[in-house]
């Protein structure tokens, strides 16, 4: 399977603890973005990633939320000190270079990963 | 990013085409409007985009009004696989990178 993949799938956590999910994009796609999804709901966009830089960070990615894309390639989403509502799905996608990506600029969106804070 | 305003919910026999609404009385000139569709426990997938034209693909069509104020987007025969939420969104393009901002969506029920 060739598309973006995230792992894990589920996480079932305790208020307060951490938690960290990752993406892998698919190979040749430098741009990664992070939403957050609760339900009945759309996407709500988190941050994004050209390769390694953060270069955009919405406001609901509070101090408990870093998320980070060391080699440009994978990226790592950690939740530190979990809430109740930090419960939600959280998706992530990726897209083609801007030269190659052409007007459509197609973001290709993972499975998620659902958390659940107790 | 300018809104749009989508009817939370509709409902479709099987094999019968759909025209799901979609108003952006806001868009600006260079807004292209871009449809995504959500089915139950996945990500959101592509569907189709346009500017100006009407655009055909092998999942939909897209239908813009003349003053670009709203579209519809067309699935010409509905299968139980298309029940999903779909989402119009509009993507203005800065320096090429695409924040995109989905709103609730439509929810489509495809009743056998």
């Known amino acids: 399977d060739t598309g973006v993949s995230q792992n894990p799938r589920h996480k079932i956590t305790k208020r307060g603890q951490n938690v960290t999910f990752r993406c892998d994009p698919i190979s040749e796609h430098n741009r990664l973005y992070w939403y957050r999804q609760t339900l009945g709901q759309g996407p709500e966009f988190l941050t994004y990633f050209q390769n390694e830089a953060q270069l955009e960070k919405s406001r609901l990615l509070s101090d408990r939320f870093s998320a980070e894309r060391p080699k440009g390639s994978f990226s790592t989403l950690e939740i530190q000190r979990t809430e109740q509502g930090d419960s939600a799905m959280y998706l992530c996608?990726?897209?083609?270079?801007?030269?190659?990506?052409?007007?459509?600029?197609?973001?290709?969106f993972g499975p998620g990963t659902r958390l659940t804070v107790l | 990013d300018a809104k749009t305003t989508q009817p939370n919910s509709m409902e479709s026999n099987e094999e019968e085409p759909v025209h799901l609404p979609c108003n952006h009385s806001?868009?600006?000139?260079?807004?292209?409007i871009h449809w995504y569709r959500q089915l139950p426990s996945q990500g959101p997938e592509y569907v189709i985009h346009g500017l100006t034209s009407n655009v055909n693909n092998r999942m939909a069509s897209l239908a813009i009004a003349e003053d670009r104020k709203s579209s519809t987007l067309i699935l010409h025969r509905a299968t139980l696989r298309d029940a999903a939420v779909y989402y119009c969104i509009l993507r203005a393009i800065s320096g090429g990178y695409q924040k995109v901002t989905f709103g609730i969506g439509t929810k489509l029920q495809v009743i056998p």
């Open positions: 996608a990726s897209s083609l270079p801007a030269r190659l990506a052409g007007n459509s600029n197609e973001q290709f």
């Open positions: 806001t868009i600006s000139g260079t807004d292209y």
